[in-house]
């Protein structure tokens, strides 16, 4: 009995001690944002945000960035005044006619928005030149330049409750280019903290075309084309950047990076023509393969084989007519006031589908008898089911993207 209670003690002592601990006693992390865009230069154009507990009153900062051509265009910091209130007021000493004095003995403090910036000095060097400058100290001479720069900086507002560091900076290392489709590799931030979260959120030109993204951004032509932009605008908005396409992680340790890795292209077609190839392919030979069964049943029975070769084309002309009609209503939900129109497409769908789907059935039936007339509706509802089948795995095979973490 006494082992058993010494077991149970064992097994939930750590989860009551969870329970109970604030996270918030010698706790230490971060939080990072990125704000990422792609470009036909191979270039990507980073918005970083670093938001650090500011638990041992700093007062300077380095951090490495991946990359061998990373230009370093600005940093700023945002930083808050403070106000305070009294919510607990004491009583000192009362007079004969019953005025008292009183001090406050409890105070709260809370942050004045908007949000101020600050400009930061800093200075960017290889990471190999970073070992080697204190080589008279440690009498260790590095002889491996590893592709990072470190970025070493003075924080201009040092009495705030948490660093919040804004970092722009452009690099060509992130991205290959192979005749029109780029693939990238993107690395955040390492430093010496704990990250409690880390979210990237990826963008490209407004000429390029990348999978998943569902949005744009109203400054990313800026960040794609200009040397400068206005940090104070884009920085409140990093934590929240939707693109559609984000990648996230937790619990990084200090000087661990996370990596993105995906692919964007001049259009859908250089990104995908694999697909519609696999799918055209596979559209043509169900038809070449639908033909030839007929053709050899038609040996047979000449009225069965042309009601299937009706069936079969019916089949292949509704598939066009929902495919074409899909296309047309997808270009009309980019453009405004225009659902009346995308209304009638509709209608005109259905009308033509149905017509499509029930009279050559019936006009078989009159002509060649009601088995041949249920047989060609049949091949109908097959054909249809079976393009449209491989018409949704060529849409929904996109090519697949990947996040992993990397140690430095």
Known sequence: MKRLLIILMLVLMPIVSAYYWD???????????????????????????????????????????????????????????????????EELACDSEGLCSKACSEY??????PPKYAQVEYSVEDYVNYLNKNFE????????????????????EQDQQDIYI????????????????????FETIADEYDTNYVRVSLDVAEDMYMEG?????????????????????????IAYVETGYTEEAQSLDPYESFNVEGKYANSWLRMNWWILLIGTLLVIGAIIGGIYGIRELNKKDKKLGLSLLVGLGTGIGL??????????????????????????????????????????????????????????????????????????????????????????
């Open 137 to 156: 100290e440690t009498g260790i001479m590095y002889d491996v330049a590893e592709a990072k720069k470190v970025v070493s900086l003075e924080i201009p």
């Open 23 to 89: 996270s918030s006693i010698g706790y230490y992390g971060q939080n990072q944002y990125y704000y990422v865009v792609f470009d036909k230069e191979s270039e990507a154009s980073v918005v970083a945000r670093l938001e650090i507990q500011n638990t041992e009153n700093l007062t300077s900062l380095e951090f490495m960035i991946p990359g061998e051509n990373v230009e370093v265009i600005n940093i700023v910091q945002e930083y808050y005044e403070y106000s305070k209130d009294c919510i607990v007021w």
């Open 319 to 408: 598939w066009m007519v929902l495919g074409i009609s899909m296309y047309i209503l997808t270009i009309l939900s980019s453009i405004y006031y225009m659902n009346i129109v995308g209304m009638l497409v509709m209608m005109m769908t259905v009308i033509i589908g149905l017509v499509l789907l029930i009279a050559p059935s019936i006009l078989v039936g009159l002509k060649y008898g009601l088995n041949n007339g249920i047989y060609c509706f049949l091949t109908t509802i097959g054909t249809l089911f079976m393009l449209m089948a491989i018409s949704l795995i060529v849409i929904f095979s996109f090519l697949p993207t990947s996040a992993s973490i990397f140690y430095f």
């Open 213 to 237: 993204l569902s949005s744009a951004i109203d400054y990313r032509q800026s960040m794609s084309s200009e040397k400068s932009i206005d940090m104070a605008m884009i920085a409140p908005n």
């Open 108 to 113: 709260t403090e809370y942050k004045v928005y």
């Open 166 to 185: 804004l970092v722009y900076y452009k690099s060509t290392d992130y991205v290959e280019e192979r005749s029109g489709l780029y693939e990238y590799n």
